[in-house]
């Protein structure tokens, strides 16, 4: 049956209905669609008011709406960077992810991600044949940093295992502040 606004009912309604072309217009060669039922004047009158989600027109601003997918994508990028397998290395650092840069430059960048010019770096890629450096150690950015031979103008003091989180902090706050081009 038919409401008397119009809106399809179910079979248990005993409302009449307003317009009778309605339903065979909604059946369509025998088989009826799917329309929402309504069993009563009272029920539609509601159904009037308080229209679905869907038929709502929602007035917000669009620096909300922007603020609003901001933040649910910060929130999936940090959800993705905490349970992730790579980067690792990089997360230890910089543990919050941020739309602000950290403010590292090019050399800064490869030396915390380890990617770069490193030959342990080459070797994952098979653009060389080993991951050693020329003294024979594996040649990562903390070997360079920390004891190869021959770079030993610039080594760091090697950090302890417990404090080699806070070294890795310390460096790269050290080096943001530091001028190296004069």
Known sequence: ?????????????KTSSADPNLRSRCEGRG??????????????????????FWGRLM????????SEIRSA????????????ETGRSTQDIVSRFSN??????????????????????????????HDNCSCGEKGDPMHYATKCRFTLSWHFQTPTVSLKLQWLKNVSRITQEADFDS
């Open 1 to 13: 049956m038919i409401a008397s606004v119009g809106i399809p009912t179910n079979s248990k309604s």
């Open 31 to 52: 088989k009826t669609k799917d329309l929402p039922t309504l069993g009563t004047r009272v029920e539609a009158r509601n159904e009037a008011r308080n229209p679905p």
């Open 59 to 66: 007035l917000v601003s669009l620096f909300y709406l922007k």
């Open 73 to 84: 994508a910060l929130s999936t990028w940090q959800d993705n960077w905490d349970n992730g």
């Open 100 to 129: 602000t840069p950290v403010g590292w430059n090019r050399e800064e960048t490869m030396f915390v991600t380890g990617h770069g010019f490193f030959p342990s770096y080459l070797h994952r890629f098979n653009l060389r044949a």
